[in-house]
């Protein structure tokens, strides 16, 4: 069994910075991209940030020059650094991952639980 586990979400003034986690565990074999997305409420769930195992990234337009997405192979972990904070990137946020698992060899596509982010004065 694989699943991710996110922390990190929280109440934030508008302005401020947030740093999201997320960590994969269970019987990987290898993990290939990794990103961020989100889902305000009455809203559809949306891409954040995405980030391939080389390292290379791609952001939605209305987060780019402020969230920065990041990802520690070795340890199975991809962090989202969000800066300049809005009221309307209030949102619970959710980690996905394509994941590849060990024998028997399957590709899964994981999402976390969400952590819930509201920018607010």
């Known amino acids: 069994q694989v699943r991710l586990v996110e922390s990190g979400g929280g109440l934030v003034q508008p302005g401020g910075s947030l740093r999201l986690s997320c960590a994969a565990s269970g019987s990987i074999f290898r993990i290939n991209a990794m990103g961020w997305y989100r889902q305000a409420p009455g809203k559809q769930r949306e891409l954040v940030a995405i980030?391939?195992?080389?390292?290379?990234?791609n952001y939605a337009d209305y987060v780019k020059g402020r969230f920065t997405i990041s990802r520690d192979n070795a340890k199975n972990t991809v962090s989202l650094q969000m800066n300049s904070l809005k009221p309307e990137d209030t949102a619970v946020y959710y980690c996905?991952?394509?994941?590849?698992?060990?024998?028997?060899?399957?590709?899964?596509?994981?999402w976390g639980q969400g952590t819930l982010v509201t920018v607010s004065s």
């Open positions: 996905n991952a394509d994941i590849e698992t060990r024998p028997p060899y399957r590709s899964l596509e994981v």
């Open positions: 980030i391939g195992i080389g390292g290379s990234t």
